[in-house]
């Protein structure tokens, strides 16, 4: 015989049930918290892609004229321009980077063709891009993304004397 029969109550029952509810809620907080927190890390990400992309982009083109008459500033239609040149086959070509309608873009061709805006090939999206040589012979290269972001930085061309 067995005496020692528990009974089952209400309240036992009710505290299990809420103990788990507490559990699933306090998880699908640290859930939806997580997501917002992740969200944001990708969009930071995202907000500064273009101007990293074009500050890294124009710092490997112009350390790889290491001679400082290779790039110089230059206009396309009107249009500020960084422009380098290259001697292939004893025959110049020039690489001209510049802005066009909302876009950096890039166009490489021999130094007699005849170019337009249009041919160059996009490297990120921008608002501005100024090209400004200071005294010293260095570039101060200043730009903003479609977002509002801006950078400046400080380049030489070639290598100092």
């Known amino acids: 015989m067995n005496h020692f029969i528990r009974k089952k109550h209400s309240t036992d029952t009710l505290s ?16 939806l918290f997580a997501a917002g927190t992740y969200r944001n890390a ?19 083109k112009i350390r790889r004229h290491d001679n400082g008459h290779d790039v110089f500033p230059g206009k396309i239609q009107d249009t500020q321009a960084l ?27 021999k130094d007699q063709n005849n170019v337009s805006l ?24 200043s730009m903003k993304d479609t977002n509002g972001n801006t950078g400046s930085f400080l380049i030489y061309p070639g290598t100092p004397a």
């Open 83 to 109: 422009c380098m040149t290259d001697t292939i086959n004893k025959e110049t070509y020039i690489t001209y980077i510049y802005l066009y309608d909302g876009e950096l873009k890039e166009l490489f061709t």
């Open 16 to 31: 299990s049930l809420l103990l788990f509810d507490v559990y699933v809620l306090s998880i699908l907080l640290m859930l």
């Open 118 to 141: 249009s041919m160059g090939t996009s490297v990120a999206s921008l608002d501005s891009f100024i090209i400004e040589e200071t005294p010293e012979h260095f570039y101060r290269i």
């Open 42 to 60: 990708v969009q930071g990400t995202e907000e500064n892609r273009n101007l990293r992309t074009a500050m890294s982009y124009i710092t490997a």
